[in-house]
């Protein structure tokens, strides 16, 4: 069955970089959009930044210019960097493919396999 796993989560100070992986296996399609969004304690879960099957990305306000987005279609694999970290970019980062015939969200409903998560700390 469908899996995602993230990996590079850790703790920072503010203004440091953090790449965070997500392996993915199992699945019977290819999801055309694949994501990665966030929860803090005590706020909704959020998109961070998404990208689909040609390489369109989308990203959150707050991540436009400090985060990137990027797969290897090869090796199933999909990233995020994120550099000058905040404090407010501390939070769970879950990695997630989109339903079946999602072609382009940035919904998390319409996201429908999720990794269990990794957590980004950013401390001052």
């Known amino acids: 069955q469908e899996r995602l796993v993230e990996s590079g989560g850790g703790s920072v100070q503010a203004g440091g970089s953090l790449t965070l992986s997500c392996a993915a296996s199992?699945?019977?399609?290819?999801?055309?959009?694949m994501g990665w969004f966030r929860q803090a304690p005590g706020k909704e879960r959020e998109v961070v930044a998404v990208?689909?099957?040609?390489?369109?990305?989308g990203y959150e306000d707050s991540a436009k210019a400090r985060f990137t987005i990027s797969k290897d279609k090869d090796k199933n694999i999909m990233s995020l960097q994120m550099n000058s970290l905040e404090v407010d970019d501390s939070a769970m980062y879950y990695c997630?493919?989109?339903?079946?015939?999602?072609?382009?969200?940035?919904?998390?409903?319409?996201?429908?396999?999720w990794g269990r998560g990794t957590q980004v700390t950013v401390s001052t």
């Open positions: 997630a493919a989109s339903r079946k015939g999602v072609r382009w969200s940035m919904r998390a409903t319409d996201f429908g396999i």
């Open positions: 199992g699945f019977s399609y290819t999801p055309y959009v």
């Open positions: 990208i689909n099957d040609r390489g369109n990305v």
